[in-house]
């Protein structure tokens, strides 16, 4: 017989422990100690015995018999399959069977801890960079088995220092390593507070999903550097530019080389702007403006990546102003200005207002108006009967000397000037329709009246000829402008007459139209002199969040103990932006806001009881008129503190007696009994106590329990004192014999009251 080899454990990845010879395949673990059975060739003649040859490694061994076996480990780091043959061998060592195929598959185990490439990373970051786009990477190994959970890496930031904040600033790819802002970095970081992190980076193997993980650390310097990504400061251009165009006119930059330039408008629907923007981030005009056409302009600039389509961060704002020139001449708003004046009419006195206008920007010296007389007709009496305030346009009686008899009328030639311009008669002119545009910011309240109108009707004065009514032909389905007219001065307000909102409307283009209430003679219509346009810009202000509901209702026990769940409060943003859930706590409640608004909701807590109190006797004593009849019977009333009575469903135990109290024995004493109760409610859970019930046996007057006391003294007359001593002495023998016979009498009485206390089973044997 051969040399026997002890075998300490077997394979457990076979379930067959033996067999003939064949190819065959085992898996086995690394790492496994002592020998290892894996299995056992049978043979029978002309074989009389097995040769093993191939990649043994001087741990795997086959036994005479046909035992495979391993005496020592495997390491899969080293060699992932091992391949042997096994031949069968007659007497002479003559191969006859075979040769037959052996692998071995090596089996990883988690023997191997994660190592990240560098000691130290550095890495670069730009202030206000967009939250999750990775500005840098860090990379760790195992050499455990890939495609196993003991080779997969998670990454994660265990902390970093300083932490200002109680969020994290940054945050980490838990699969690639790729570093990058959160959403709180994005909002917080700033090289004026601090300018440099060290991150401590750690990586786990088993994917991070177990407690018997391998992991290692690294340092990660985040230094942090100002962002070029912004809004460029406010330009300002002349209008009508005659240099040539296109002008450059600002720049914006983006962080980092590689990035393309867009442009688009801010308005909705977008219009066509008059600016372009290069590669560089240049931006230009490429036509001159006009300020009386628009006055401003505010659009968006953007930076995508390298391919045009991913947005690197928020679009910036870029603002440019219009300014003025003095390119318009003044315009007097009436062709003829009929003013009605008494002959009696006193020197100083007002006549009437010359209007006119300049559509150069307001508040300019450009726009600056001047008026003069240069003409009256006729000169009677005197020239110069009229004088102008240069400044207003504002006409008063210079003299006292109107006569209708001498002169029924005087016409005025006035001209108005601004600087820089010729002077411009009050000709007649037509009456300009057009408003132009306004911008009002979506927040502006109901009932603002946004713009003043107005037109003129040459009908006989306030009759319904010359009534004017303004109303919004086109551009507002929704009603969401109204407009009034005053009846004295035929002006029109234009109103807000409902909540505005740029996200659902951020424009209207509004036609006005002025008519009368009276419809017009034969063959006159109303044309384009009787429409107004005026277009309305919304604007987008940042708008609070809103909660799905106002009220959230929430039922819990009176029980639970702090930190216990609530419930999960959702919102929402009109302009879109994340918003996360509100997480309610017993102790804590959180508003839901971002950097410049929050929001509150109501949250109502109805707190239930349960059932946490014993029940107690509603008066903890009872008595029983003494002497006893026999057919007393007292009633027992119970009180629980708690939000929903059990009372319907007590039970009472008197300690192994009934539930209702009353003598059974009728020769009780007058004294005061203490009876202990059981009590239990049958709530959920059940609450039950022993309580002390006082049963007194007294004398009653009128239902009422009158304990016996020593009855008052008092202090006898001379003579009294006398009869009574006679008295005494005469009885006194008798009474003597009768006090000795009852001494005798109430001793006995109070043995037996001693033996019979509440507390003792004699005496509540007495109770039923």
């Known amino acids: 017989m051969g040399r026997k080899i002890k075998v300490d454990c077997q394979a457990i990845d076979n379930v067959q422990l033996d067999g003939p010879l064949e190819d065959k395949s085992f898996s086995v673990q690394e790492g496994s100690i002592g020998r290892m059975y894996l299995y056992r060739f049978t043979f029978e003649p002309p074989v009389v015995k097995l040769r093993l040859t191939g990649e043994k490694d001087g741990i795997i061994e086959m036994r005479a018999d046909g035992v495979l076996y391993l005496n020592g480990s495997l390491d899969w780091e080293t060699k992932k399959v091992h391949r042997l043959q096994v031949e069968g061998l007659d007497v002479n060592g003559q191969r006859v069977k075979g040769p037959y195929s052996i692998i071995i598959n090596v089996k990883d185990i988690n023997d191997n801890p994660p190592e990240f490439d560098q000691k130290k990373y550095y890495g670069v970051v730009r202030q206000n960079s967009r939250a999750g786009k990775p500005f840098m990477y860090v990379k760790a190994s195992d050499r455990d088995d890939p495609t196993t959970p003991n080779g997969q890496l998670s990454y994660k930031i265990r902390q970093h220092f300083p932490n200002p904040f109680p969020e994290m600033l940054f945050q980490i790819d838990n699969v690639t390593g790729a570093i990058s802002t959160s959403e709180a970095g994005a909002l917080h970081l700033n090289p004026a507070d601090v300018s440099s992190f060290l991150l401590d980076v750690e990586a786990h193997d088993m994917a991070g999903q177990s407690v018997n993980a391998f992991s290692c650390s690294t340092a990660v310097e985040v230094t942090v550097l100002e962002n070029l990504w912004k809004s460029p400061p406010p330009v300002k251009i002349k209008e009508n530019s005659t240099e040539p165009h296109p002008i450059s006119i600002t720049q914006v930059q983006w962080n980092y080389p590689g990035a393309k330039y867009e442009i688009s408008s801010k308005e909705r629907p977008p219009m066509k702007l008059p600016f372009m923007i290069d590669q560089n981030g240049t931006i230009y005009v490429t036509e001159p403006l006009d300020r009386e056409e628009k006055d401003s302009y505010s659009f968006y600039a953007f930076a995508k990546d390298e391919d045009g389509d991913i947005l690197l961060a928020r679009p910036v704002t870029v603002t440019v102003t219009v300014e003025d020139i003095n390119d318009n001449p003044p315009v007097c708003d009436k062709a003829l200005t009929i003013f009605e004046v008494q002959e009696n009419e006193g020197s100083g006195n007002l006549i009437g207002i010359v ?30 009967m009229f004088l102008i305030d240069s400044g207003t346009g504002t006409i008063n009686l210079l003299q006292n000397a109107l006569r209708k008899q001498m002169v029924s009328n005087y016409s005025l030639k006035v001209e108005v000037t601004d600087p820089g311009s010729l002077p411009v008669p009050c000709s007649p002119k037509c009456l300009c329709c057009e408003y132009g545009y306004i911008t009002l910011p979506e927040n502006k309240p109901v009932g603002t009246v946004i713009m003043e109108i107005q037109a003129t009707d040459g009908d006989e004065p306030f009759t319904g000829s010359s009534q004017i009514l303004y109303t919004i032909k086109k551009g507002d389905p929704n009603n969401t402008f109204s407009i009034r007219t005053d009846p004295k001065t035929n002006r029109g307000y234009v109103t807000i007459n409902k909540v505005l909102d740029f996200e659902t409307t951020p424009a209207y283009n509004l036609l006005i139209s002025a008519t009368n209430p009276e419809p017009l003679v034969a063959g006159i219509q109303y ?92 008066k903890d004593f009872l008595f029983f008129c003494h002497p006893l009849k026999g057919n007393e019977k007292a009633k027992i009333e119970v009180t629980d503190p708690d939000e929903f009575s059990y009372i319907p469903k007590f039970t009472y135990v008197l300690l192994g007696l009934h539930a209702y109290i009353s003598p059974k024995n009728i020769n009780l004493e007058e004294k005061s009994y203490n009876i202990p109760i059981q009590i239990n409610d049958n709530g959920r859970p059940p609450m039950q106590g022993v309580v002390y019930l006082q049963v007194k046996v007294c004398r009653c007057v009128e239902e009422r329990c009158f304990l016996e006391i020593d009855p008052p003294s008092s202090l006898p007359t001379v003579a009294m004192a006398v009869g009574i001593l006679v008295a005494v002495l005469v009885v006194i023998g008798v009474i003597l014999g009768i006090v000795f016979l009852r001494l005798k009498r109430k001793k006995q009485d109070q043995q037996k009251a001693t033996r019979a206390n509440a507390a003792s089973p004699s005496e509540l044997q007495n109770l039923t």
């Open 527 to 618: 044309n384009s002199s009787s429409n107004a346009y005026l277009r309305v810009n919304v604007t987008d202000v940042d708008e609070a969040p809103v909660f799905f509901q106002p009220t959230f209702i929430v039922d819990r026990y009176e029980n639970v103990s702090v930190g216990t769940f609530v419930t999960t409060a959702m919102a929402y943003d009109p302009e879109g932006a994340r918003i996360s859930p509100v997480i309610l706590f017993c102790a804590l409640f959180t508003p839901i806001a971002k950097a410049s608004q929050s929001s509150t909701a109501q949250l109502i807590l109805n707190v239930k009881d349960v059932n946490d109190n014993p029940p107690k006797l509603a």
């Open 355 to 384: 209007h006119a206008s300049d559509a150069d920007q307001k508040g300019m010296v450009s726009s600056r108006l001047q008026y003069r007389i240069v003409d009256q007709n006729p000169k009677i009496p005197a020239d110069k």
